[in-house]
């Protein structure tokens, strides 16, 4: 994963940098409030929240400040840290094509897995939640 250090989104407390990915197993969202596709996936990041099975992080992907806070309060913020990437270059950093992508960070803060476009219950079901099990132990 690349060294970096975001702010938190406009209205949340904290940040995300990859100092904050280390030592357990995690899951970084690239959203942003423009973005169609992550109104699919963002209930299936509230219900993992809900039910605790993972640490979601989100990095926000060149939005405005006030849209991307605006979006979590309306939808709701499933994660633990989020960091506000408002000119892309984390993005860029992390390799991002396109908003939605999904990566899965192993413990010692190395890239798992990428998803890339809008995570649905199957790919949780059959790719991410086996892989973070695995990751685990």
């Given at each position: 994963?690349?060294?970096?250090?975001?702010?938190?989104v406009?209205?949340?407390?904290?940040?995300?940098?990859?100092?904050?990915?280390?030592?357990?197993?995690?899951?970084?969202?690239?959203?942003?409030?423009?973005?169609?596709?992550c109104?699919?996936?963002?209930?299936?990041?509230?219900?993992?929240e809900?039910?605790?099975?993972i640490?979601?992080?989100?990095?926000?992907?060149?939005?405005?400040?006030?849209?991307?806070?605006?979006?979590?309060?309306?939808?709701?913020?499933?994660?633990?840290?989020?960091?506000?990437?408002?000119?892309g270059r984390?993005?860029?950093?992390?390799?991002?094509?396109?908003?939605p992508?999904?990566?899965?960070?192993?413990?010692?803060?190395?890239?798992?897995?990428?998803?890339?476009?809008?995570?649905?219950a199957?790919?949780?079901?059959?790719?991410?939640?086996?892989?973070?099990?695995?990751l685990?132990?």
């Amino acid at each position: 994963m690349p060294e970096f250090s975001l702010p938190p989104v406009q209205g949340r407390t904290l940040a995300l940098s990859s100092a904050d990915l280390k030592g357990e197993v995690s899951l970084v969202n690239v959203f942003a409030s423009w973005c169609t596709a992550c109104r699919y996936e963002h209930p299936l990041f509230m219900q993992l929240e809900e039910e605790g099975v993972i640490p979601i992080h989100g990095l926000n992907y060149k939005d405005r400040p006030d849209d991307a806070a605006k979006w979590l309060d309306d939808l709701g913020d499933p994660y633990t840290r989020t960091g506000a990437d408002l000119d892309g270059r984390a993005g860029i950093e992390w390799g991002v094509y396109g908003v939605p992508e999904t990566f899965v960070i192993s413990k010692d803060g190395v890239i798992a897995y990428k998803h890339i476009g809008p995570v649905s219950a199957k790919d949780l079901e059959q790719t991410i939640l086996p892989l973070i099990e695995r990751l685990r132990r």
